[in-house]
Nanobody, 115 residues
């Protein structure tokens, strides 16, 4: 069974930066597609970014140029570097791991962008 644990969330001022981390258990990490999603109050969960086992990345349009997803297979960890944060980036950020028909979610970490 895979468990995902996010960390790194918090309160940051507009224009600031945060780096989220997601540590995974299990032995399928390096074969998996990993992703970050977010959900703001009253809104549906939305894609932030994904990274394949080969390292190909995909970003939602509003995050391109500001967010960077990366992975470290040796540490079973996926990261999300978030720069130039805006108040509208405030949400709970969730880590996702997909391998074949299996899909796993973390418990989420709160990111609040406010002055």
């Amino acid at each position: 069974q895979v468990q995902l644990v996010e960390s790194g969330g918090g309160l940051v001022q507009p224009g600031g930066s945060l780096r989220l981390s997601c540590a995974a258990s299990g032995n399928i990490f390096s074969f998996s597609t990993l992703g970050w999603y977010r959900q703001a109050p009253g809104k549906q969960r939305e894609l932030v970014a994904t990274i394949t086992r080969e390292g190909s990345t995909n970003y939602a349009d509003s995050m391109k140029g500001r967010f960077t997803i990366s992975r470290d297979n040796a540490k079973n960890t996926v990261y999300l570097q978030m720069n130039s944060l805006k108040p509208e980036d405030t949400a709970v950020y969730y880590c996702n791991q997909r391998y074949l028909w299996h899909e796993y979610w973390g418990q989420g970490t709160q990111v609040t962008v406010s002055s």
